[in-house]
C-alpha cells in the first residue's frame, strides 16, 4: 500500500495551550475495502503507520479493549458481522439480505442496525467472540421519497446515557434506533432475560420525508440531537421521565446542510458541551459548526469544506482535533479545533491516505460510543 501523511507546520496558539490530556490514541478506521486498519493518532495531529487486518468491508466499527474489535459488513452478497482479537479476525458471522450498517454492544449481545430489512437483530458474545444470529425484530415504516423510503431502513443505535437515566428516573437500560425509510426514532428496552424489546408506543415520529440517521446526546442537558440525512436537518429534544420511561419533547428544528444535497451523514458533540458539528456530502461536501446554548438549542456557527464523502467523523477525547473520513477522497483529514467558537482549521493538520480502501468509520480505543 502507498501511505501518504502530510502535514501542515502551524497550530494555533490556542489550541497548543489547551489543558486537556495529551496521550497518543489507538484508533481503528472501518472501510469500504479489503482491511480493517489500525493506527496510532499523535499529539501534534499527525499519524503513525497503517497496520491492516484482511477483511472484506469492515464498514462501521467499535472498540471492546485493546485489539478486541466488533465490526459490520454491510454490502452483500457477504454481508455480517465480525469478531476480531489480538489483531485478527475471530469470526464472521454471516447477516446476508439483511445489510446491517451499525451496530451496538449491550451486556453480552451484539445489536445489529439493518438497513436492508428494516430491523435490529441480536448475535450473542462468547469469550468475546461474535456467535451466530438468534434473533430479529422487524419494523414496519415507510416515507414520502419512494426510492429512498419504500421501507424501513434502520440506520443507527444509540443508548441513552447512565447520566440521562439517572437525573430523569429512568428504569433499565434504554436503546434509540433510527429509521431512515420510516421518518421514525424507536425506543428499546432490555427485558429480565436480557432481550431486547420493541416499546412502539414510544416511537419518534419526525417530518415526513426527514429520514432520521445519526443521533447524539448532551448529557450535560438532558438533549437528544438527531440529524436527518435526506432532510438535512437537525432535531432537537428535551428528554425527561415519567413513570420510569423516556419522554422527548421536541424543542428546535434547525437547518443543517447548506446544499439541501439529501447527504446528511454523522453527528457528534464536543467534550466541552459547547459546540456540535455534522457532516454533510453529495454537494458542497464538509462539516457544520454549531453553538450549544445553555438551554441545549443551537446556532449554526460557520461550515468547513472536507474531502469528497465525509461519512464519518470524529473528535479527540481533549477536543482539540476533528478526524474526518472522507470515503471518496480514500483519506482521514485533521482539522484543529478553536476553543472558543468551536471553528475548524481552514485548512487539514494532517491527511492519512489509504491508497484503495475506502475510510468510512473512525473510533478511539477506550472512547466506545454508546
Known amino acids: 500500500m502507498n501511505l501518504r501523511i502530510t502535514s501542515l507546520a502551524a497550530f494555533s496558539a490556542a489550541l497548543m495551550l489547551s489543558s486537556c490530556s ?14 480493517l486498519y489500525e493506527v496510532t493518532f499523535k499529539t ?5 503507520p497503517l497496520r491492516a487486518i484482511p477483511s472484506e468491508n469492515p464498514s462501521f466499527v467499535i472498540q471492546d479493549g485493546p485489539g478486541h474489535y466488533f465490526a459490520v459488513s454491510e454490502n452483500d452478497p457477504q454481508s455480517g458481522v465480525y469478531s476480531y482479537s489480538e489483531s485478527r479476525v475471530t469470526a464472521f458471522r454471516d447477516h446476508s439480505d439483511f445489510c ?40 414496519d415504516g415507510s416515507g414520502p421519497d419512494s426510492l429512498r423510503q419504500s421501507h424501513s431502513h434502520i440506520h443507527q443505535m444509540r443508548r ?3 447520566g440521562i437515566c439517572r437525573s430523569q428516573g429512568l428504569s433499565g437500560d434504554w436503546i434509540l434506533a433510527t429509521d431512515l425509510g420510516g421518518d421514525s426514532i424507536y425506543l428499546l428496552t432490555v427485558d429480565e432475560n436480557g432481550n431486547p424489546v420493541d416499546c412502539p408506543e414510544l416511537a419518534i415520529s419526525l417530518e415526513e420525508g426527514t429520514g432520521p440517521r445519526h443521533m447524539e446526546f448532551s448529557p450535560e442537558r438532558n438533549m437528544l440531537y438527531c440529524l436527518s440525512e435526506l432532510g438535512g436537518k437537525v432535531f432537537a429534544f428535551r428528554i425527561s421521565g415519567e ?21 446528511s451523514a454523522d453527528i457528534h ?50 477536543g482539540r482535533f476533528l478526524l474526518v473520513a472522507c470515503r471518496d477522497s480514500h483519506c482521514i483529514q485533521v482539522f484543529g479545533i478553536d476553543p472558543d467558537d468551536g471553528s475548524l482549521s481552514e485548512s487539514p493538520i494532517s491527511t492519512l491516505d489509504f491508497g484503495s480502501d475506502q475510510p468510512v468509520c473512525i473510533e478511539f480505543d477506550g472512547h466506545i460510543q454508546s
Do not use: W
Open 22 to 35: 495529551r496521550g497518543d490514541l489507538d484508533l481503528v478506521v472501518g472501510t469500504y475495502g479489503h482491511n
Open 269 to 318: 458533540i464536543h467534550p466541552s458541551g459547547k459546540f456540535l458539528y455534522t457532516s454533510h456530502r453529495l454537494s458542497n461536501d464538509g462539516i457544520s459548526v454549531f453553538r450549544v446554548a445553555s438551554d441545549g438549542t443551537l446556532e449554526m456557527t460557520s461550515y468547513r469544506n472536507t474531502g469528497i464523502h465525509p461519512r464519518n467523523f470524529r473528535i479527540t477525547p481533549d
Open 160 to 162: 441513552i446515557p447512565e
Open 44 to 48: 501534534d495531529g499527525t499519524f503513525g
Open 243 to 263: 413513570g420510569g420511561r423516556p419522554v422527548f419533547t421536541q424543542v428546535q428544528v434547525l437547518k443543517a446542510d447548506p446544499a439541501d444535497a439529501g447527504g
Open 100 to 139: 446491517p450498517c451499525h451496530l451496538l454492544r449491550v451486556g453480552d449481545m451484539i445489536l445489529t442496525a439493518d438497513y436492508g430489512k428494516g430491523s435490529v437483530s441480536v448475535f450473542p458474545i462468547q469469550d468475546e467472540v461474535v456467535q451466530p444470529k438468534t434473533a430479529s425484530i422487524f419494523f
